[in-house]
């Protein structure tokens, strides 16, 4: 994958701005790669990943302007992300890489439920462990951090990842299961309820 | 009810989990978007640091093969310990006695005349008058070794070796009663030190560390011969010892 260079990103949503066609031509160019590997690791039908990216840079057209977003990257990926996503739902996809990786990730939840008494206490704080998730990531290190949205945001199967770190598998699986037991403990610390007991 | 109540455990917190993503900063999004630009500069480093270490350690071992060539090419220079300090008497005599001593430029030929070669700290030097036979008697100076290593020949733990003559300026007063007690002046002659006749000589120091090189009778083994005056000792860091350790080895 290429890196794109902040100028770059910045040309093409000054051409969305001025409503050119060719901004959707140099999107495409720059990150179809990327928002193609995206929508492949949630979705089993070449077919509906295609359609998920073509429906991502008319979203992208449709939202620029107004929108100006800092990272033209990480929005454009987000919105294949969430397409996918809810598209994986709607079509009944078998288990792709998508499932595997938040399964893998919610692996750590509790296995009891919890009592009314964590639950009102749940409640009362407003909780959610969404809110605590920049600050856990922004205490790790990059290389762990970027292993970490490998795996669970962007939906990398392992295999890939090594490829693309030159990491081992098995070296590679030790370090996220690693990073699962910090996010756990982590999460405990923070008191969310339903992380803070075994 | 239990397992309804697990259901909607299960439900929540996977909802959770899907906003715990959704939440994730677009900054972080893009930092992994190109995971290689910050894994394979790690790799990287790994590799040139790995090709440096190689690159160091061949250089290492190329030095130490021509370090030894060097070292079994060259020939002996005229260097000698002279590490022990004299103080000479002023109503002392000094008589040189008279030997054939052989010199050997080249390290291989000392290697070869030697029996013994040896690392060693020299723990005593004293003098005796030995019986040589045929009712002659000498005064000896018997340096006292004890072996740290063995280059050449069988490992004794202490060696005494000795050389004929005593030291000018060294513990004359003791090489005077030693000759007066063997009889070998008159108490009223005056000091008479003897000494080989062979200048220069190694005149090393109790308490330091030489490289011996000596030869051991079979007949007496009591005490190892100097190979000559002075090329029997050398500092262990010259030049000297170490094309003798190469040319042991």
């Known amino acids: 994958m290429r890196q794109i260079s902040e100028t770059d990103d910045k040309a093409i949503i000054e051409l969305l701005f001025a409503r050119s066609g060719k901004a959707l031509d140099v999107l495409g160019a720059k990150y179809g790669k990327l928002a193609r590997h995206i929508a492949a690791n949630h979705l089993s039908d070449a077919r509906d990943e295609e359609e998920c990216v073509n429906d991502a840079m008319m979203a992208v057209w449709n939202s620029i302007p107004p929108n100006r977003p800092d990272s033209l990257m990480a929005y454009f990926c987000g919105i294949v992300r969430n397409l996918s996503i809810k598209k994986y739902h709607r079509a009944e996809n078998g288990k792709t890489e998508y499932i595997a990786s938040f399964e893998e990730l919610c692996s750590l939840e509790r296995e009891t439920a919890p009592t009314a008494e964590e639950t009102a206490l749940k409640n009362a704080d407003n909780k959610v462990i969404s809110s605590y998730a920049n600050e856990f990531l922004s205490k790790l290190s990059k290389e762990n951090r970027v292993l970490f949205i490998r795996r669970f945001w962007y939906c990398d199967s392992y295999a890939d990842i090594a490829k693309m770190t030159g990491l081992s598998e098995g070296t590679l699986r030790t370090r996220i299961n690693r990073l699962k037991a910090q996010m756990k403990a982590f999460l405990a610390e923070k008191g969310v309820t339903g992380w803070n007991r075994e | ?249």
């Open chain 2, 1 to 249: 009810m239990e397992q309804g109540m697990k259901q909607d455990t299960e439900h929540l917190t996977k909802k959770e989990m899907e906003q715990f993503l959704d939440e994730i900063d677009d900054r972080y999004i893009e930092e992994a978007g190109n995971p290689e630009k910050i894994f394979l500069r790690r790799t990287q480093i790994i590799r040139i640091a790995a090709a440096a270490a190689a690159v160091l350690i061949v250089a290492v071992l190329a030095t130490g093969v021509i370090r030894k060539q060097i070292l079994r090419n060259r020939k002996l220079d005229s260097t000698y310990p002279n590490d022990l300090p004299l103080s000479y008497s002023e109503n002392a005599r000094y008589m040189p006695m008279n030997g054939d001593w052989q010199g050997y430029p080249e390290p291989e030929d000392l290697v070869n005349a030697c029996s013994d070669i040896y690392l060693g700290k020299l723990t005593d030097i004293s003098y005796e008058v030995l019986d040589e036979g045929n009712d002659k008697r000498i005064l000896y100076t018997i340096y006292t070794v004890s072996v740290e290593k063995q280059y050449k020949g069988e490992k004794q733990d202490i060696c005494r070796i000795r050389l004929y003559g005593g030291i000018p300026g060294y513990k004359e007063d003791e090489q005077y009663e030693k000759m007066v007690e063997a009889g070998l002046i008159e108490r009223d002659s005056g000091m008479m030190i003897y000494y080989p006749c062979s200048n220069p000589r190694c005149n090393i120091a109790v308490g330091n560390t030489y490289l011996f090189c000596v030869k051991r009778h079979s007949g007496n083994p009591t005490f190892d011969g100097v190979i000559n005056p002075y090329q029997f000792a050398h500092d262990p860091d010259s030049a000297n010892a170490g094309s003798i350790i190469e040319w042991c080895k």
